[in-house]
């Protein structure tokens, strides 16, 4: 990844993936400011492909990114000066949201992912140079014992309240390799939050959309060389369990539509949309 004489950052189109597909979120000042540093010219094969495969990728990508932060706000006010911990980043801007959304309630903000973390940490320079609040790290999340010892030197407290975003995250790792992450922010008082979506396994999906289903994790299994990690339900409260975790939300796509929208036109069913959230305190 290089930086173009425009000045412009240029990476591959499976990082873009997520950011083309949210652009229509990324409206606020700082936001548009990181977006218009980014080379979106080049076409992303993948993108085309998913929407290709299923036309409504973009809106449960927007779905998704619009459900955290209407956790965010739920959240927010319950503790002052918490930590948002960002695990597996990517290029997202969540950071910039939040500092234009809630500067004097967050206490510290820590980006984590070992892509191209060190080339967003450049453009958040420009854009809000020297901010005290943010910290990135380039690390492989799944290995604990570096990624404990690098929170810990960037500013994480184990007694200051955290959120915890693992947006996007789940579907690319093992189950176990989540509980080894999520046992390192666990509380005695269970004052953290974690916040994150998951795969469907086929078993939750309606009869309707299984085709798109399938297309859409042949897409990505092509892309990434492996395995999605797909869950149901009960998977998930299993690794709640193991977790000692307190679950506060388990939504569908279609009540996250519902409730944001105030109707269903894209989803009409749990199962729908690939995805679905789940917050619990830890």
Excluded at 11 to 39: F, G, H, K, N
Excluded at 101 to 107: A, G, L, V
Excluded at 191 to 203: A, F, P, T
Excluded at 263 to 270: D, E, R, S, V
Aim: charged share 20%; glycine share 6%.
């Amino acid at each position: 990844m290089h930086l173009k004489m425009t000045g412009k950052l240029k990476v591959p189109s499976t990082s873009r993936l997520v950011l083309e597909a949210a652009m229509q979120l990324y409206t606020s000042p700082l936001q548009q400011q990181y977006m218009e540093a980014i080379d979106f010219s080049e076409t992303s094969g993948l993108y085309d492909e998913l929407k290709r495969q299923y036309p409504f990728v973009t809106d449960m990508i927007c779905l998704r990114k619009q459900s955290i932060r209407a956790m965010l706000r739920g959240r927010i006010p319950e503790f002052a000066g918490q930590q948002v911990i960002i695990l597996g980043a990517g290029l997202d801007p969540l950071s910039l949201y939040l500092l234009e959304n809630y500067p004097q309630q967050i206490s510290r903000i820590i980006e984590v992912d070992n892509g191209y973390i060190e080339e967003k940490q450049r453009l958040y320079e420009e854009i809000i140079p020297g901010n005290p609040l943010i910290a990135f790290i380039k690390c492989d999340i799944t290995d604990t014992a570096l990624l404990w010892n690098k929170l810990l030197k960037n500013g994480y407290r184990e007694e200051i309240p955290a959120i915890i975003i693992f947006e996007g995250v789940l579907h690319y790792i093992p189950n176990q390799a989540f509980v080894q992450v999520m046992q390192l922010f666990k509380t005695q008082s269970h004052h953290n939050l974690v916040m994150l979506d998951y795969s469907l396994s086929e078993e939750e999906v309606p009869a309707n959309f299984l085709s798109h289903h399938k297309a859409v994790k042949e897409v990505l299994e092509s892309y990434i060389g492996r395995p999605i990690n797909v869950n149901n339900r009960a998977d998930m409260a299993g690794l709640l369990y193991q977790l000692d975790g307190i679950l506060e939300t388990v939504e569908p796509l279609c009540e996250t539509e519902k409730r944001l929208t105030g109707g269903n036109q894209l989803f009409h069913a749990p199962g729908e949309g690939i995805v679905e959230m789940v917050s619990f305190r830890i």
